[in-house]
């Protein structure tokens, strides 16, 4: 009786360890998972705020928000990176307030892009990431027409511009294009329309760009 009990269960074990082996071999024959799509990203355009040539080597795109700390952190890398390749470094910036986080990010966005229609974008972006944290945790309607007087902007154009419906349109516009595409936090960078991963340090982003002109 209890070598027919135990011709039973052995039965019962074989019959689980070939189940098994189907299924692991099952699992290791099965095909891997496709890597997820490189993102695709815009061209630049004519509603890009841009600078330098261009015909550089290589174009820096970087989705940002004024408000975000990393951001912030990242400015003087990319400030450093314009000066030291000069005609070879094209920086395009793109509008990615972060509104749910961030309570001053779209206003910061709008009062840069009204500077831009006066042609002092980049003068605006530089004040707000310089003084980010002077601005962040207040109103900061007032300083930010501080900052366009010290710019010598007209201020009855820089408020009506930055409050247009038209200028909240474009921001809205930004912030869904970045999304559709698949980014969702910044700074996010491309180089070449190729997405990076942030750099840890400036040696790190140096590389990177250097790399990418000696390919070119």
Not at 103 to 125: D, I, P, R, T
Request: with cysteine.
């Amino acid at each position: 009786m209890k070598f027919k009990e135990l011709g039973i269960w052995g039965g019962v074990i074989a019959v689980l360890i070939g189940g098994l082996w189907i299924l692991v071999s099952a699992v290791n024959n099965s095909p891997s998972p496709s890597a997820p799509a490189a993102i695709k990203i815009p061209d630049v355009s004519k509603d890009d705020f841009a600078i330098g040539t261009p015909s550089a080597k290589v174009t820096l795109i970087e989705y940002g928000d004024f408000q975000c700390p990393a951001c912030g952190a990242y400015y003087p890398f990319i400030k450093q990176l314009e000066a030291e390749f000069n005609n070879n470094l094209r920086v395009v910036y793109r509008f990615f307030p972060l509104t749910n986080i961030h309570q001053n990010a779209m206003l910061a966005a709008q009062v840069s892009y009204a500077a831009g229609l006066q042609n002092k974008f980049w003068e605006m972006h530089d004040i707000l990431y310089e003084n980010q944290n002077s601005w962040s945790a207040t109103n900061p309607k007032n300083i930010f027409i501080d900052y366009a007087k010290k710019l010598g902007l007209d201020l009855d154009k820089f408020k009506k511009d930055a409050d247009a419906d038209s200028t909240k349109e474009f921001m809205g516009k930004a912030a869904n294009n970045a999304i559709s595409i698949g980014i969702n936090s910044t700074p996010t960078f491309f180089v070449n329309g190729v997405h990076i991963p942030n750099p840890p340090d400036y040696q790190g982003f140096k590389r990177i760009i250097q790399d990418e002109i000696e390919a070119h």
